[in-house]
């Protein structure tokens, strides 16, 4: 088999959703998700737009099926996310998620962790929060690229969680596509990250 050969079978395969679903990180063992009494959601960033902010398009598809497990289940939602300046106006990312959770889940009870800049930040802000409130458990919800480093994050806190992935990789899975593909710098990026937080935090 030539080279270029070799080289065009390769990047067949990497737009292919179910060879590219298995370089993600492993996702740990949680609890079962009957034994939660809240959702947590994780903040994706936000971006300006018409001299404001909003959130981003990770944010909302975190938040959305967020909301759609926390109806369901009729659980509390708590939302994590800061990075807000107070000098410029930006709000906290949770601030402009529970506008928009108020807004699709009006009868939801909404809580916010508005204080954290990262990942780890999130759930050492969440935990006390979640305690606070008697919440021994709850399902976390957030990419699935993204979930085994927030997974491992509240096993640092000692909190347990049950995991909820928002998958969006394409289907058919055996059908090349370019959306497969571009998930491939996002799963770099996390299996990058896993080892820096374990260098770091750990």
């Not at 919440?135 to 995991?163: K, N, Q």
Request: glycine share 6%.
């Amino acid at each position: 088999m030539s080279a270029a050969t070799l080289l065009g079978l390769l990047l067949v395969s990497a737009t292919l959703p179910a060879v590219v679903r298995q370089l993600y990180p492993p996702v740990p063992d949680g609890v079962a998700a009957d034994m939660a009494t809240a959702v947590v959601v994780l903040g994706g960033g936000m971006k300006e737009h018409n001299g404001g902010w909003v959130a981003s398009s990770a944010s909302l598809r975190r938040l959305g099926e967020a909301v759609r497990v926390a109806r369901s289940r009729q659980l509390p939602l708590l939302i994590a996310g800061g990075n807000a300046d107070p000098a410029t106006g930006r709000p906290s990312e949770a601030a402009l998620m529970a506008q928009v959770a108020r807004d699709i889940y009006p009868d939801g009870d909404i809580w916010l962790e508005p204080d954290s800049s990262n990942t780890r930040e999130n759930v050492a802000f969440s935990v006390p929060l979640l305690q606070q409130r008697k919440v021994a458990a709850a399902i976390l919800v957030t990419d699935r690229s993204h979930l085994p480093r927030a997974m491992l994050c509240f096993d640092w806190e000692g909190f347990a969680v049950s995991p909820h992935p928002v998958d969006r990789m394409p289907d058919p899975s055996w059908m090349p596509s370019v959306g497969a593909l571009s998930h491939l710098p996002e799963i770099w990026y996390e299996w990058l990250a896993l080892l820096w937080y374990h260098i770091h935090y750990d």
